[in-house]
């Protein structure tokens, strides 16, 4: 889900990079260099898992786990999610370098919010732990539609009807999304409880 | 899944500085992205063709590229020109198209085009270690060119993770379909891929903390002089300048 180049209007477009330097600095000042190869990996890990196409009916969706990648990295997802879109607009051109900021805040602000709505459920039972992350990758996928409209609105009134195809488009995806996230997320609990992020409290990388 | 074919050819671009490639990439699609006159569009768009032939790049794998935007561009000439208001243009039976709707969908076409163009032309014609590289000779922080370039590493080796995961689920009998044990599945692969990644990471941090990593980046690149540098740098500023002054003065 993004916004193609050429679309968006010059204010739209400056906000929207200005916020995605702001929230990189902050992303990038929380991640130490005992962490940031782990972040790196991470972060490679997202690109080849948005790789993974699903399906859905006759056609098929691919996966985005904003949600998974903002559990787990907290505000560092932000600097992780930009360097994947990054590459992405390299090696396939979704994109190029005018929309990238915009795009950025798409996919990381949900990842952020979502960190700081779900992460305190997932030191709980099995079944807190499925509807938090079924939530935060349901309600990822859902913001990320929300800033995507809004920024279409922003950029032009008439682009109304399209932002709310797209929402509507993508409400199978929210679903989708947040069950993948929400196994996904038990699964981590089961095989590997260390990658997921401390109690708070505790220092919170 | 990823290729670089375009970092391998040899023109008059590929000659040229990494970092002169990537300032003239970002001030041409910025001031094109701001642009609004039609003529300005146009000549940008010749402007941007002109790149690509110096990148001497076939059609074929450009056009390879384009296809995204391309089916894109195609989605909002089917939706936008009927919902725009504005003076009605073309009526076809009970719809009714409008001249700003299909101005609109023009702009966005030419622009949109010409800047993935440009970001061919310049930047898909080096590897991402390069543009890296790039990227910190220009002072970008060093935590985010590490970060670009230690997922750009990694990238091809968890695609692999992910190919023999994906393998060992067939060889077990999966048949992915629209159902809960599908999306289950799934989850688990994605699941999977980040706990490897996470294991990963502690490997390579631990070998590269006994090779002396203290935290410092260090680039082992020498620019390369070349006369053409400051020529090209010159003419697109240049040519640049020339196209948002007129688009200042057109109105």
Redesign the interface.
Known sequence: MHI?????S?PV?MAGAALAVAG?AVG?KK?D??R??????????F???S??H????PSSVH?I?NG?VGL?LGWAAF??I???L??Q??????G???ALGVNAVIMALPAVICYYLFSPFLNKGKKTVFAASFLAGAGSVFFSCLVLGFALYLT?K?FF??SL?VVTANLPVMI?EG???????T??HK??P??LPRPRGRSNP | MISEALAQGDSMIHRLDPCVRVVCAFGVSFALALSEQFGVLGLYLVFALVLVALASLGAGPVLKRLKPVLLFVLMIWVILPFTHEGEPLLRLGPLTMTRPGVELCLRITIKSVSILMVFIALLATMTVATLGQALHRLRVPDKLVFLLLMTYRYIAVIQEEYQRLLRAARFRGFVPGTNLHSYRTYAYLAGMLFVRASLRAQRVHNAMLCRGFNGTFRSLDSPLSNRLNPVFMTGVSALTLVLVVTELLWK
């Not at chain 1, 940031?36 to 890990?45: E, F, G, K, M, T």
């Not at chain 1, 699903?54 to 009916?57: A, E, F, I, S, T």
């Open positions: 193609s180049e050429g679309v968006l010059g477009m990189t990038l991640i260099y005992d940031i190869v782990h972040v790196a990996i991470l972060s490679s890990a690109f080849v898992a790789l993974i699903v399906n859905l009916g996966l786990l998974v787990l600097p992780a930009v360097v994947a990054f590459l607009a390299v090696f396939f051109q979704y190029g370098i005018t032009e008439s009807e399209v195809l989708i069950i993948v996230t929400g196994f996904c997320v699964f981590f095989v590997y260390e990658i």
